[in-house]
């Protein structure tokens, strides 16, 4: 069974441009998260998505957005970079109860320079 | 409001000696509390979660943790400590239909 595949894994971006991550959950997931990780904040919630719905939101600007896609794809995308959005996107998925635990991906490493 | 606390930052055990790795949380439901383990360069690993039924819960890798209601702890135990066990270690908690919040993490070093 193939796991979380997030792409790219390693992103450089420039500030002020924008970035699209992508995360393929495991088969048969419907639901699908999102965090962000650094040194100084630890995991940062960002977005949980259930059967295309966005089920709960982080605190974040509105540059951060997401979605997903019917077959449960979803993505992510940053607006206006800025050089604190640098770090380590992690994409988790779950079947979809709230009791199940997460599989994650190995994550999207972006530094905005 | 749904938060999660480790206390520390850093644990360091000897190869063999048993390991805990604290876990606070607060919730105003009944909580589910997980562990994840996440090695270098990689995302986290699923080890371990308590939904309901026994305090002691049995993981992965012969990790356990212990539920203390009164407490508002989610321990993390093994008898014997490996120096492959040495990485990061995160609580975490949910509060349906919240989303799953992780602690500051731990750093676990497990010396020969």
């Known amino acids: 069974k193939a796991g979380v595949t997030q792409t790219p894994r390693y992103l450089i971006k420039t500030r002020g441009q924008q970035v699209t991550l992508s995360c393929s959950p495991i088969?048969?997931?419907?639901?699908v998260s999102w965090y962000q990780q650094t040194p100084g904040q630890g995991l940062q919630f960002l977005f949980e998505?259930?059967?295309?719905?966005?089920?709960n939101k982080g605190n974040f600007p509105g540059r951060f957005s997401g979605r997903q896609f019917s077959n449960s794809r979803s993505e992510m995308n940053v607006s206006t970079l800025e050089l604190g959005d640098s770090a380590l996107y992690l994409c988790?998925?779950?079947?979809?109860?709230?009791?199940?635990?997460?599989?994650f991906g190995s994550g999207t490493r972006l530094t905005v320079v | 409001a749904q938060s999660v606390a480790q206390p520390e930052d850093q644990v360091n055990v000897a190869e063999g000696n048993p390991l805990t790795v604290k876990c606070t949380y607060s919730?105003?439901?009944?909580?589910?509390l997980f562990w994840y383990v996440q090695y270098p360069n990689r995302g986290l690993q699923f080890l371990l979660k308590?939904?309901?039924?026994?305090?002691l819960v049995k993981g992965s890798y012969g990790f356990e943790a212990e539920f203390n209601k009164s407490q508002t702890s989610f321990h993390l135990k093994k008898p014997s400590a490996l120096v492959s066990d040495s990485a990061l270690y995160f609580c975490?908690?949910?509060?349906?239909?919240?989303?799953?919040?992780f602690g500051a993490g731990t750093r676990l070093t497990v010396k020969p």
């Open positions: 998505y259930f059967s295309e719905t966005q089920r």
């Open positions: 919730v105003s439901g009944n909580p589910y």
């Open positions: 308590y939904i309901t039924g026994d305090n």
């Open positions: 988790a998925s779950s079947s979809g109860g709230q009791g199940y635990g997460y599989t």
């Open positions: 088969s048969g997931h419907r639901s």
């Open positions: 975490a908690v949910r509060d349906p239909p919240n989303d799953m919040r």
